[in-house]
């Protein structure tokens, strides 16, 4: 976040914006009980799973679980417990969403070192679905099959994630079956929707594009506002622009064609270089000013 550029365009000092930033940060996170909140009923989850069904052919599917890293400042005294894979460091954030692309639950703050299945293993979302206590209704037949077996209610997540009753991911290996295959594909197609919500977010808030200069404190407040604001556009825009930047099917052949924000996204770091430029460019115009008035 461009702190100093903020300090000559409003006049403030840096504590004091980072002040500001996290009280407001704070702000919008207390909205998270409207606007980021698990399904409370059977009837709540059977319209998601619905939802999966229609848009993306995966019946009984409740939700998509996927983590990913947000690049940090590295804290001072912290050693490797924010680094991460990628040579970066960072905070891991665990998301479950539904096929709206709305997140219905969060995990935020965990250390950049842990991967997707421990942040999950250690994660309260991980131990409501083994206490049952998410109230996900009793397993079921197929839709437009009464006579096969009830199968669970399930969220799709990639093969980092543990297989469970309540947890779907793709068939591993190269030598698969052409039924696994296409059991994979459809996998793949459902997952594609947390996808999207990382990429979307990325894109309409371009702070999670590069490290967020701000203490792990200030850092995890900013994600988490960014997480309820992410929902409230999609929940109260009535243009609902977000949907419009989606992977989507074509009308002739339902081909998957990619979104909006994968090209937006491609140019991210040309992007920055500009901002940046363009940045140092005001206010050096600034100071100059300043020097002409003293």
């Not at 980072?18 to 009980?33: D, G, P, Q, T």
């Not at 295959?181 to 197609?189: D, G, L, P, Q, T």
């Not at 556009?233 to 909006?260: F, P």
């Amino acid at each position: 976040m461009q702190y100093r550029a903020l300090e000559y365009s409003f006049r403030r000092s840096n504590s004091t914006i980072s002040l500001i930033v996290r009280r407001v940060s704070k702000a919008i996170w207390l909205l998270h009980e409207k606007y980021v909140k698990l399904p409370s009923s059977n009837e709540e989850w059977k319209n998601i799973a619905n939802g999966f069904e229609k848009r993306w052919n995966m019946p009984l599917c409740i939700g998509a679980l996927d983590g990913k890293l947000v690049r940090v400042r590295k804290p001072n005294n912290s050693g490797s417990l924010y680094h991460d894979y990628k040579d970066s460091f960072s905070l891991n954030m665990l998301a479950l969403c539904d096929y709206r692309y709305r997140i219905l639950y969060v995990d935020v703050g965990e250390y950049g070192y842990k991967g997707d299945a421990n942040v999950f293993s250690s994660s309260s979302l991980k131990a409501k679905l083994n206490d049952n206590l998410l109230n996900i209704p009793e397993p079921t037949h197929l839709p437009g099959l009464p006579d096969s077996d009830k199968i669970n209610y399930f969220i799709v997540a990639d093969a980092a994630f543990p297989l469970s009753l309540n947890i779907m991911k793709p068939f591993a290996g190269n030598a698969l079956s052409h039924q696994q295959r296409i059991y994979n594909y459809r996998i793949s197609r459902a997952r594609r929707v947390i996808e999207n919500v990382f990429g979307i977010m990325c894109v309409k808030w371009r702070i999670l594009l590069k490290p967020i200069e701000t203490n792990i404190e200030s850092a995890n407040w900013i994600i988490r506002a960014i997480i309820v604001l992410h929902n409230f556009l999609i929940d109260e825009s009535a243009t609902n622009k977000i949907l419009s930047m989606v992977d989507h099917e074509t009308e002739v052949n339902r081909d998957l064609e990619n979104g909006e924000w994968r090209n937006l996204l491609s140019g991210s770091e040309p992007f920055h270089q500009f901002n940046k430029f363009k940045i140092m460019q005001e206010i050096g115009q600034l100071r100059r000013k300043r020097c002409e008035k003293i």
